[in-house]
Every structure is written in C-alpha cells, then in structure tokens.
C-alpha cells in the first residue's frame, strides 16, 4: 500500500462525502428533538426524498428543482407525523415506526419506474483547484454545493439554538412544555415546525444519496443511514457539532471498510459492515452510562406527549 | 362549534371498535393510492385481499405467514405495556434462527424425535439471549434500547450473512449462500398434505395461552401492567424494576427466537440470507392493532399477514413492487393511532344538545 499524501487527501474527500446525508439528517432529528419530539421516521423521510429527487430529476431534466422537491416531500410526509403526534396526540415511538415503514413500502411503489435509469451528472465545484493541489485539493475543492452546506450546517445550527431567539424558544419547549406554554409560546406551533424542519433536511439527506452520492434509484437505498442518524444525536448528546464530529466517525468507518476490503485484509466483509453499528451501542453505552451527562443535555420533554387544557 | 373534551374513563367499546375503524380508513386511503397510480381501485384491493384467500392454499399461506407475527408480536406484548421499546424483534428472530439452525447443521445425519426439540429450545435460547443485550444494557448502563435493539438488528442480519456464505455453507452447494438442507426430523411436522401450513402453529397457540396467564393472572403480570401505566407508582410499590426490564426482553426475544426456528424448521428447512421479510418490524403494527392483547394479537397477525399475501398477489397481477405490502402496514398503524383520538378526547358539537353543557 502507498501511502502518498494525494491518496489520504482523497481518502478525506470520500471519507466527507459518505457523511453528508448523516450530518443532514442527524442535524434536522437534532432541532425536532430539541423541542422535545422523538421522530423515529428519519429512514422513511429519507427515502422518500431519495425517489422524489431522483424522479424530479428524471422528469423535470432539472437539478434545482429536484433538490427543492426532495426537501419539499420530506417535509410533506414529516406533516402526517405532525398532524399524529402534535394534533392527535399519538405515541412519538409508534408513529414514527409507522412512517419508516409506510416511507419504504411508497417510496418503492413512486419508484417501479425509476428503477434502472441512470443519473444525471450533479456539478462539482472548484474541480481544477482540486487537481492541482495536492493533499489539500481533493479535502475542500471538487464537491457539490450541497456538502459545502452539509459542512456548514451543525455551526448554523450552533448558532441558532444558543444565539437566537427562536433557538431559545425551541429550547425551552423541550425543556419544559408546561412553563414555555404559561409564558404564551404556543407549543404545538414550535413543534410543529420543528418536525417540518428535520423533515426536509432528511428529505435533503436521501436526495443526496440518490442524486450525488451514488446518482441512481434503487429500491431500500438509504440501507438504515435514518437510524444511524438517529443514533448519532444520541452519541452527540444534541450538541450540533458534535454531530459533525460523529458524522466524519462513521463515514471514516463506511470508507474504510470499502478500501480494507478492495485491499483485500482477510478480515470477513461482513464484520467490518457491521462495525458502524457495533460501534454505535459501543459509544452509546460510553455516554449514556455517566446519567448525569445524559441529563444535563437530554430535552427533559423528549417523546411525552403535550396536552393543553383548552 | 365543535368541542373537544378530555374523557375520564376510557370507553371499553371504542377501545376494540378503533381497530376495526382503522383497517377501514386504510382500505380507503388504499384505494385512493392505487387509483393516483393508474389502477383500478376495486380490482386491485380484490387482487390484494381477497384473491390471496380465496382457495385452501391461499389459507394455509395465510396461517403460515400469521404463525410467526402472532408469535412476536405476543413477546413485543410484555415489552410494550411495560414501556420498554423493543423493535429488534427482527434481530432476535434472525439470531433465534442462527442459532437453531447451527443445532440442526449439527444434528444433520441425526434421526429421532429428540432432534426437532433440542432445536427449537435452542432457538428460543438464542433469541432470548440476543434481547438481553438491550436489556441489560439499559438497566445497568442507561443505554437507550430503542437504538440498541435496532442497531442489533443489523449485526444479526450481517451475521447470518457471514455464516452461510462462509463457514456454514453448503458443501454441495456450488457456492450459493445458503446452508445444507436440515434432516427430515429436524422439520417442523406438515399439518395437511400439500399445504405448508405446519407444528409451528401449535407453539404460537400454546405460546398466547401462557402470555394470557402470565399477563392476568400473576404478580410478574400485574408488576408490567402497573409499570406501563405509571413508572413512578410501581417504584414507589417497591417493584424491582430492573428485573423486570430483563424478564420482559427475554419473554420478547425468546418469542422472536421461536418464530426464528419455526420459519427455518417450517418452510425454509435450511439458512440463507433471507430467512424474514421483515416479521420483526411487523409484529410491533400486529402488537398495537391487537391492543397488546392476547386475542387480539391473534386477529390482528392474521389482517396483517394478509397484506404480505397481498401484496405478492399484487406483485404478480398488478406488477406493483412487494415493498406495496409495507404502504398498506404503515397506513394501519397511523390510523389506528390516530383513531385513539376518539378514546382519550370526547368530540361534542355544541349548539346541537344545550342541556349537556
């Protein structure tokens, strides 16, 4: 093996880019959690952004709006979860099931004609600035627009959760429904938009994987990255940037694991697949066993049900 | 003007009525998806929920798909209405199933009647050690189990997998991913001639008397029930929670370990890769349509075993994808949730009855 400084700096690029859709849809459950909503359909909202990207690009022959739509139908299928768990107080646990569930069995039926077709070319940035630097070049030039969104997004959301008003806001109707509602926020409202929120950013997040990272349709294709994010807000204790951290983790591992086969180490394929989810149980035992940790970040409301008197 | 008023018993009647409403909604809210997709609506739920049962066979495929739901979803029972979120069944049947199967590659030139027992034992042994996992993750180390249990999922599948490409599998076999055929007295008994419908059945019947006994009428049943309802009242009871948390998930995942062995010893008789189209994401929709109740378990695996009928039926007829199956499971669920609206909140409309209010 060579272990010249371009091969790394490639291996980073690759590395960064398998952990977009993570960072996305972990940094959307991140805000939706924060208020205190624990939706478990981030697979479901996943996929169905996958297919309705990937069918707009084949229909529309436009790049723009599939992203758009993709953000758009992710948003669209988090309302039925919305409308169950904040309008009809449903069970946060069992619904979300529901939507992964209902989200896989649609966005295969949308997607029986989809199967097959090859994708478009997304635009890459910066892709002379790639090939003529070296070890730097292929790290920060040569990607979509939306990675460099992806990179940007957990500061954003740094800053708005500790920063801004709204981000208190969210905050406090995690924490505490009850006072936040006697101080005249209208919790249903914040909840409501923050599950909208997380929705389109998974939406996003499976668009990316249909459209750049591996540009096709294939039936199931988002393969449990939902529930990895939604492991990885765990393993961040809802703090963004650690998401980031955590994110770059598992896409280290997912690479990894791809080159250490190419190279072909004797090690079973199968044990280093399973690696990203031993280690997940590994770091969440690691956080979760110091209980004061946990609480000290944990929306304090975290999948109750809130009710108000009217 | 409409009211919506919180009620303070919840109604016996509408408590088992909902379900019923539920499957109706998602007959509608099928209808319109295959009519938006170019079907005809009427000719296609017929393909996906009458033509599947409209022969003997097609009963006998309906019990053989309901055997192993029934099953899990009854173990998922003592989870849920303890409040402990168990959704790895899928992992616990796929470990319960590895772990059966190892026993009967080993039993593979056995012959005798001791064979098919150690097998099944050994299966539900396996599945209840898998859940253990979660459980004793998260009463000694405060670890989420919903995350847990789903994370294992994926290590029993990569597992299974690793198994019957690699060191189980078949000598014989040209390389195909799957392992020897096990010994006919390793098979679960065939009830009728021609059918598939087999033994199994009989654990899963056996398997929902007990969990009625168990859940009604003892202390450990009583202790669940009260946890589920309030947390903070069984503490104060001096229930032993964490004992709890531990016997729930292993009833769960030796539940799941049984349908593992059964689907394995029954209609599969061998390992491969696929030994569950997802039976351990279903059971949790059979185990809340049947209100994780014993019986109602029972009529709930067999509406949602329907679906999988169906949506091969449809697969062939229609040339929908099989994942269709899944549109209609997710629907049920989100109706009945939603449809509980009506046990907690009374809707009255004002104006109509003025001596009421």
């Known amino acids: 093996m060579s272990f010249d400084l371009n091969f790394i700096g490639i291996l980073i690029g690759a590395i960064m880019a398998s952990s977009v859709p993570l960072i996305l849809a972990a940094s959307g459950e991140l805000i939706t959690e924060r208020s205190g909503v624990l939706n478990l359909g981030v697979e479901g909202m996943m996929i169905i952004g996958a297919i309705s990207g990937f069918a707009l690009m084949v229909v529309t022959d436009n790049l723009f709006f599939a992203v758009v739509g993709s953000m758009l139908s ?237 | 003007m409409i009211k919506i008023e919180k009620r303070n018993d919840v109604s016996r009647s509408i408590y088992f009525l909902t379900p019923v409403l539920a499957i109706f909604l998602t007959l509608i809210g099928g209808a319109i998806i295959f009519y938006i997709l170019g079907f005809n609506p009427i000719e296609a739920l017929k393909f996906f929920f009458i033509t599947p049962i409209s022969d003997l066979y097609g009963l006998s495929e309906l019990l053989v798909k309901a055997t192993p739901l029934c099953l899990i979803a009854i173990g998922l029972s003592f989870c849920f209405k303890s409040n402990n979120w168990n959704i790895g069944a899928e992992g616990q049947l796929i470990f319960g199933g590895i772990v059966g199967g190892g026993v009967a590659l080993l039993f593979y030139n056995h012959d005798g009647f001791y064979v098919l027992p150690i097998i099944i034992l050994s299966g539900a042994l396996g599945g209840m050690l898998f859940a253990m996992i979660p459980a004793i993750l998260k009463t000694y180390f405060n670890t989420n189990e919903i995350l847990v249990s789903l994370m294992l999922v994926y290590v ?110 029954g209609p599969i008789g061998q390992l491969h890769r696929n030994i569950s189209p997802d039976y351990g994401f279903t059971a949790i929709i059979v185990a809340f349509l049947g209100r994780l109740n014993p019986v109602g378990i029972i009529f709930a695996s067999l509406i949602v075993a329907l679906t999988y009928l169906g949506a091969e039926t449809a697969q062939i007829f229609l040339q929908v994808p099989k994942y269709t199956g899944q549109v209609f499971q997710g629907m049920i669920l989100f109706f009945l949730l939603g449809s509980d609206y009506l046990l907690f909140f009374k809707i009255k409309f004002l104006g109509l009855k003025k001596n009421e209010l």
């Open chain 1, 74 to 310: 992710g948003l669209i299928i988090s309302l039925i979860f919305g409308l169950l768990t904040q309008s009809l107080l449903t069970n946060h646990v069992a619904t979300g099931l529901a939507l992964t569930i209902f989200g896989i069995g649609m966005s295969a039926m949308i997607g029986k004609n989809f199967v097959g077709i090859p994708g478009k070319e997304f635009p890459l940035l910066f892709l002379n600035l790639k090939e003529s630097i070296p070890f730097l070049g292929p790290i920060f030039f040569g990607h979509s627009i939306i990675l460099y969104f992806a990179f940007g997004l957990p500061f954003l959301t740094n800053y708005f959760l500790k920063k801004t008003k709204t981000g208190l806001i969210i905050r406090a109707v995690g924490d505490s429904p009850t006072s936040a509602s006697n101080q005249g926020i209208n919790v249903t409202l914040v909840r409501y938009s923050c599950i909208l929120y997380g929705g389109a950013m998974c939406g996003l997040a499976g668009a990316y994987l249909s459209l750049i990272y591996t540009p096709q349709w294939i039936e199931n294709m988002t393969g449990g990255r939902g529930w990895i994010a939604l492991a990885l807000v765990v393993f961040a204790t809802w703090s963004p940037i650690k998401v980031l951290i955590g994110a770059l983790i598992f896409g280290g591992i997912t690479i990894l694991q791809l080159h250490m086969q190419a190279v072909g180490l004797r090690i079973p394929v199968q044990l280093l697949s399973a690696l990203p989810y031993i280690m997940t149980i590994i770091v969440l035992v690691v956080i979760s066993r110091d209980s004061r940790k946990i609480k000290l970040n944990t929306p304090t409301s975290l999948g109750q049900i809130f009710y108000k008197e009217k």
């Open chain 2, 156 to 265: 029993a599948k990569l597992l299974l997998d690793y198994l019957v490409v690699g060191p189980w599998s078949n000598p014989e076999g040209f390389n195909f991913p799957e392992t020897r055929q096990f010994s006919e007295s390793a098979r679960m008994p065939i009830l009728f001639d021609g059918l598939r419908i087999h033994a199994g059945i009989f654990i899963t019947l056996i398997t929902v008397f007990l969990s009625w006994l168990i859940l009604y009428k003892t202390y450990l049943g009583f202790q669940i029930k009260v946890s589920g309802l309030s947390l903070k009242t069984a503490k104060y009871a001096g229930f032993k929670g964490k004992t709890m948390i531990i016997i729930v998930f292993m009833i769960s995942g030796a539940c799941a370990g049984l349908a593992g062995v059964g689907e394995i010893t």
